[in-house]
C-alpha cells in the first residue's frame, strides 16, 4: 500500500535510566547490534532468521524503548509479540530455495495456510525496481512461472514507470459464459525501498499463487484473471498506482466486460490484543456504522476489511458471505457519499477501477492502522498470522464460487464440504479444515 504520514499516536513516557551516562552507553551498543542486523538483512532479508538475528532484533527493539527514555506503547507491544514468535520458531526450517520453478510435489499434503507460507518465503524481501531490480524482476517471473505451471494463460503488460519499465503479470482462466464477464483478483508485488514487504505485499501475492492452484480445475462461468500488479508503491508523474492504472485503462480501451474487481491489499496481520486497531480519521463521522463495529470488538485489530464502490454490492455480499463461511470477522465499508472524501479508502489498486467505472472491492488488514511495521525493515515473515491469511484466501475463493450462482439456488456446495473437481488430494486437504 502506498504511504502517508504516520499516523501512530504520541509516545508515552514510560521508562528513563537514573543516570544520563549508562543511558547514553546502552544507546550505542543496541545501535551498533542494530546496523550489525540491519547488514544481515541487507545480505539477505528474505531468509528465516537464524539464532544470532533473533538476539540482534531483540537489542533494536530494546533501542526503540531507550530512546529519549520513552517508548510508544503499541509500536513495543507489538515488538514483543513479534520476538515472541521468532524465539519460538523451530530452528530446523527449510532454506529458501531459488528456483523458478515451483514444483506440484512441494506442496504434496500441505494444508493452505502451509501452502502461502512457501509461497511467502519465495517471494519476501525488498522489491523495489531501482534498488532491488534484481529481486523485483526475480520475484515477476517466479509469479509467471508458477501461474503458467499451473495451467493458466500468463501474458505480461508492460507499465512504465520512473526507475525503467514495469510488468503487470496476467493470469486467464477462460468461463464457459462469456457473457458473465471477468472477474479479476489482483495484488501488487513490488515494495518501497527498505522493507522484506511480507505484509505489503508479499502475503496477497502468496494468496494469488494460492488460487491458482484452488482454482485451476474448476469449470467456472465466469472468466478468471489472477493479476500480480507492479509499481503500485512507485511514484511516477505525481501518481502512484501506476500497474493497475495501466491495467484499467487498457480495459475500458479494449471495452472488456469486467463483472468484479478484488484487489488484496495486505491481509495477513492480526491482532488481538485490545487497542491494537486504530481508526482512519474521519471515518468515525462518515462512516458511524463500521467504527461502532471496531469499537465492539474492542478495538482488536482481528477483522478483515473491504472497501467498496456501490456498483460492487454484488461482489461486496458475495466476499461477505464467503468470510461467514470461513468464520472469519468483517467490517465492510461502501464508498459513496463523503465518504469518497477519505483519501486513506484510495491507497491501493482498487481506485484506478473505480475511477474507470468498474465495480472493485479493496480487501485489507488495515495497513498502517493496525501494523506497527508497515513500510519498516520489520515487516518480515514471522508477523505474518497464516492462518489468518488462510481465511481470507479461502473467503475470497467462496466469493467466487458464490459468483456463479448469486441467488443461491442449485449453487454448487462450499470448498470445505464439496465434491468439485480439485487438483490433488494436496488441493483436497486445504478445504478439510473448518474454523
Not at 89 to 101: A, E, F, Y
Not at 156 to 168: A, F, I, K, M, Q
Not at 351 to 379: E, K, L, Q
Amino acid at each position: 500500500m502506498r504511504p502517508i504520514e504516520d499516523g501512530l499516536e504520541p509516545r508515552n513516557r514510560q521508562f528513563r535510566f537514573p543516570e544520563r551516562t549508562p543511558a547514553m552507553i546502552a544507546r550505542i551498543g543496541f545501535l551498533m547490534n542494530l546496523l550489525i542486523g540491519l547488514a544481515l538483512l541487507a545480505t539477505d532479508s528474505s531468509r528465516s532468521p537464524t539464532f544470532a538475528e533473533m538476539l540482534i532484533l531483540t537489542s533494536a527493539a530494546a533501542l526503540l524503548v531507550l530512546t529519549d527514555g520513552s517508548t510508544n506503547q503499541r509500536r513495543t507491544m507489538a515488538i514483543e509479540r513479534f520476538l515472541t514468535r521468532i524465539c519460538t520458531q523451530q530452528q530446523n526450517s527449510k532454506s529458501q530455495t531459488n528456483s523458478l520453478r515451483l514444483s506440484v510435489d512441494d506442496h504434496e499434503g500441505d494444508t493452505c495456510s502451509q501452502r502461502l507460507r512457501k509461497h511467502l518465503e519465495r517471494v519476501v524481501g525488498e522489491r523495489h525496481p531501482k534498488s532491488s531490480r534484481l529481486h523485483h524482476d526475480h520475484v515477476r517471473d517466479l509469479i509467471a512461472a508458477h501461474l503458467t505451471q499451473m495451467g493458466w494463460d500468463v501474458r505480461l503488460e508492460s507499465v512504465t514507470g520512473p526507475h525503467g519499465p514495469g510488468h503487470n503479470v496476467i493470469a486467464e482462466k477462460r468461463g464457459w459464459n462469456e457473457k458473465a464477464g471477468i472477474v479479476i483478483v489482483g495484488a501488487h508485488y513490488d515494495t518501497v525501498q527498505g522493507t522484506p514487504g511480507a505484509d505489503d505485499n508479499g502475503i496477497a501475492v502468496a494468496g494469488i499463487l494460492t488460487l491458482s492452484e484452488l482454482l485451476r480445475h474448476r469449470r467456472l462461468e465466469h472468466t478468471i484473471r489472477l493479476v500480480a500488479w507492479d509499481l503500485e508503491e512507485q511514484q511516477g508523474w505525481g501518481r502512484c498506482l501506476l500497474g493497475s492504472r495501466a491495467m484499467a485503462r487498457n480495459i475500458v480501451r479494449a471495452g472488456e466486460n469486467v463483472a468484479g474487481v478484488i484487489c488484496l491489499e495486505m491481509i495477513g496481520m492480526c491482532d488481538k490484543q485490545r487497542g491494537s486497531q486504530q481508526s482512519i480519521p474521519g471515518l468515525q463521522w462518515l462512516a458511524p456504522d463500521a467504527c461502532k463495529q471496531v469499537l465492539a470488538r474492542q478495538q482488536r485489530g482481528d477483522f478483515i476489511a473491504t472497501v467498496a464502490n456501490k456498483k460492487a454490492a454484488i461482489l461486496a455480499k458475495a466476499f461477505s458471505q464467503g468470510a461467514a463461511s470461513q468464520n472469519l470477522p468483517l467490517v465492510q465499508i461502501v464508498n459513496r457519499g463523503f465518504i469518497r472524501l477519505l483519501r486513506d479508502l484510495r491507497r491501493s489498486d482498487h481506485a484506478p477501477f473505480w475511477d474507470a467505472g468498474i465495480p472493485a472491492i479493496m480487501v485489507t488488514d488495515t495497513s498502517n492502522f493496525r501494523s506497527p511495521f508497515y513500510h519498516t525493515a520489520m515487516d518480515r515473515i514471522e508477523m505474518i498470522d497464516f492462518e489468518f491469511a488462510e481465511k481470507v484466501v479461502m473467503s475470497v475463493a467462496e466469493c467466487i464460487d458464490r459468483l456463479e450462482r448469486p441467488d443461491g439456488n442449485q449453487r454448487q456446495t462450499s470448498f470445505e464440504k464439496s465434491g468439485i473437481p480439485l487438483s490433488s488430494d494436496a488441493d483436497r486437504s486445504c478445504f478439510a479444515q473448518s474454523y
